[in-house]
């Protein structure tokens, strides 16, 4: 970014200090500021027809101003600048937008509309004039697809909300609403050629109380659903156009059906009669590939594709189980007259005629990157979640790509580590990490990289029943991710990001988003230098004072003002709050330390952790701090994908020990399974190899424990110069149970060693 400040002014009470997001490419502030009032006149292109009226609508419903018509705020063609792309001047002859288009001019607006007074946004302010600061800014999008999704299949939000979340979209320069409208636990869309859809497929009997993996599983008892109706999506889909959002809807096929067969029986494989999904998870109910199933999909397709104007077509294809089609003569007839392999084969001939369909239609499908399997449909789009391979396998065959691994782009994970978090699926995203993504996998070369369209966040809503919770978890992270699209990655900057985000809070407070405000939040982490172990404490709000104890006492304005990393020797407790003059600010961080003997200590893993769940490294295995009960996302958990590893741990001295104690998350509802035995080998001081396996016991809670102690006489002790521990990773889930056929995640957490 280039920054140019030629001065500066007596601050004026009509003046606010502004924060923009995502920030633009350039910007040249000036000494002055232009003022807006009844006599400033507005002109404009005839190509600009939403634009200047929407700008227009901002100044006189948010104050008593009223622009007429005149040449004091422009907007003007340029045909040299891209189509999303803005020049926006203000100085003392007044306001000039330039663009090609009239989205382009659009997001000029919505720049002018955060340099402008927040209580435009509550419809108060009381002035009769609006003061805007001298400036030159020139700006364009860094890609061209900018999203967020929205799941309202699993808890279904009124159109006031989702007009609500457009708006924000549109405030932040994001053209993309993927909305995710049907799922097993319920049908969201109207579709007037099938009316069960309505009457079976839009409600569940109940609900799932509490986490998929409490033990047993509860449920509130209460009937829940409810649906679109095609007037309402139309007047949605006008709202959005009206702001230059595109509504990709997603339909989803072949799995993630079991609401629709709940009506329409005869669409899965068995024909008998299920029930709307009341769990969350993955089913074995999916569409058969008898044409009378293609039949129904396509009806619905054409009312789908008149109520949506959009490009592409939203049509899943992920976590879609092959159970059914392998005990379905149906499928396996299919199977034999396409002269397919497998049932994967038949998943991507599923996917290819739903896509030879839709695009005699003029449209194109977009799909998770499970359309990959079997074989990529010609004209596919990848939607890539599952990490960033299927990106680059599709990319490399000259397929478009949108972004939206889980390790950066999955909102519904916990996005703080205090315990007292609203309940979410888990996983740990923070604002940070949303912030540090690359949509651009490394991988792909320069021609490859053109084919990643841009990125999205998702919201899935399994533990969000309300809209209020729903703003909770895209809040602030959406901020983030829209900077990740708009801007460039050389012009990205944490420290300023995070200063704009505070100070932006007061934009979503005025429009009654309730975001999650973690800036008064502390983070810890264990350092070590030269054999030595310190702790650090860090905060994003800056120019404040984190106070500590190292006691257990609670910190208060007396306690000791953190300066630096503090050396650890000992165990026990650390506790800090942010502090603002003589007012605490936020929650107390505590933090236990177990000091055992193996912190300090060498030590590495075989296999590199998912990028998705790689804590604090290796080391954070060994750094005293054991992550959370309750979740398995933090940054004292790595998390494994489908891989044996073996834990090695060297010593510089040799050390007398006796116990070590390790434990693993057996989060099953998340496909997280606890090893059945490890493997130990102990190097001792004298050369000698110690041998030795431990079957694990299997747990009714969410955690497997270990607890090793040697066989050894009472009171004796062995000197150990290394120790390795092969963890065997559980396996295939098996049939029956979420994820059924996939690999297992291994989570493991502190190893403890005395």
């Given amino acids: 970014m280039s920054l140019f400040v030629f001065g500066c002014t007596k601050r004026s009470p009509l003046i606010e200090e502004t924060a923009l997001i995502p920030m633009p490419s350039q910007i040249q502030e000036g000494d002055s500021y232009f003022s807006i009032t009844s006599a400033t006149g507005m002109s404009y292109d005839s190509i600009f027809k939403i634009s200047p009226i929407f700008f227009k609508s901002f100044i006189e419903e948010g104050s008593g101003i009223t622009l007429k018509r005149g040449n004091d705020i422009r907007f003007i063609l340029d045909s040299t600048l891209s189509k999303e792309a803005y020049n926006l001047q203000i100085s003392k002859v007044g306001i000039s937008v330039s663009a090609s288009t009239d989205g382009g001019a659009f997001y000029a607006v919505q720049t002018l509309r955060q340099l402008l007074p927040i209580a435009l946004e509550e419809d108060n302010y009381t002035s009769l004039e609006l003061l805007i600061k001298y400036q030159s800014i020139k700006d364009a999008p860094q890609f061209p697809y900018r999203g967020m999704h929205l799941d309202v299949g699993r808890h279904m939000y009124s159109v006031d909300f989702i007009k609500k979340y457009i708006d924000a979209l549109s405030l932040l320069k994001m053209n993309t609403f993927h909305w995710h409208l049907t799922e097993d636990q319920g049908w969201r869309i109207e579709i007037k050629q099938y009316p069960k859809l309505q009457d079976v497929a839009a409600y569940r009997d109940e609900t799932l109380v509490g986490h998929y993996s409490d033990q047993p599983h509860q449920f509130d008892g209460k009937r829940y659903g409810g649906y679109y109706t095609q007037d309402q999506i139309k007047d949605i889909v006008t709202y959005a156009q009206e702001r230059f959002v595109t509504i990709i809807p997603e339909i989803e096929m072949p799995g993630h059906s079991q609401a629709a067969i709940a009506a329409y029986p005869e669409l899965g494989c068995v024909g008998k009669q299920v029930e709307v999904a009341k769990k969350w998870g993955v089913f074995e109910e999916i569409y058969c590939t008898k044409d009378s199933t293609f039949e129904f999909l396509e009806n619905v397709l054409d009312e789908v594709l008149e109520l949506f104007p959009s490009e592409y077509i939203h049509i899943g294809g992920d976590e879609a189980p092959k159970t059914r089609w392998k005990n379905c003569p149906n499928c396996q007839k299919r199977i034999k007259e396409e002269g397919l392999k497998d049932e994967h084969e038949l998943q991507s001939y599923f996917i290819r005629r739903i896509e030879g369909y839709l695009n005699a239609k003029g449209r194109q499908i977009i799909g998770w990157d499970e359309i990959l399997e079997g074989g990529l449909a010609p004209n596919a789009t990848v939607m890539s979640w599952r990490g960033t391979s299927g990106a680059i396998a599709a990319a490399q065959q000259h397929h478009n790509v949108v972004m939206t691994p889980t390790s950066h782009c999955y909102f519904d994970y916990y996005q703080s580590e205090k315990e007292d978090e609203p309940l979410a699926i888990g996983g740990f995203l923070s604002l940070k990490k949303v912030y540090s993504f690359n949509p651009i996998p490394e991988e792909l070369n320069l021609e490859e990289s053109e084919y990643i369209l841009g990125a999205q966040g998702n919201v899935w809503t399994e533990y969000m029943p309300t809209e209020s919770q729903v703003e909770y978890m895209a809040f602030p992270r959406m901020l983030a991710m829209s900077e990740v699209v708009w801007t460039n990655p050389k012009q ?173 998350h057996n989060g099953q509802g998340q496909w997280i399974y606890a090893p059945k035995e490890l493997y130990f080998q102990f190097i001792l001081d004298n050369g000698s190899i110690i041998l030795d396996q431990r079957e694990l016991k299997p747990a009714d809670g969410l955690h497997v424990n270990l607890n090793y102690n040697f066989n050894t006489p009472e009171g004796m002790r062995i000197k150990v110069k290394s120790i390795a521990i092969t963890v065997p990773n559980y396996g295939i889930i098996p049939e029956g149970n979420q994820g059924a056929g996939n690999k297992a995640w291994t989570f493991i957490d502190e190893i403890i060693v005395n």
Avoid: C
């Fill in 492 to 664: 990205k900057d944490y420290s300023g990001f995070t200063n704009r985000v505070e100070r932006f809070y007061k934009r979503l407070e005025a429009m009654d988003i309730n975001y999650a405000n973690h800036f008064y939040d502390i983070e810890g982490d264990m350092l070590f230098k030269n054999e030595e172990s310190f702790y650090s404490l860090t905060t994003l709000s800056e120019g404040k004072d984190i106070r500590m104890t190292t006691d257990g006492t609670e910190p208060n304005i007396n306690s000791k003002v953190y300066q630096s990393p503090v050396a650890v020797t000992e165990s026990g407790i650390i506790k800090a709050a942010v502090f603002n003059d003589s007012i605490q600010l936020g929650a107390t961080f505590a933090q236990n330390i177990n000091y055992h003997k193996a912190i300090g200590a060498k030590i590495s893993i075989d296999k590199k952790p998912h990028k998705a769940y790689v804590g604090s490294g290796p080391e954070g295995l060994i750094n005293g701090i054991v992550g959370s009960d309750k979740r398995f996302g933090d940054k004292e958990w790595l998390g494994f994908w489908g891989d044996d590893i073996e834990v090695t741990i060297n010593f510089d001295e040799p050390k007398e020990i006796s116990v070590i104690e390790t434990r693993f």
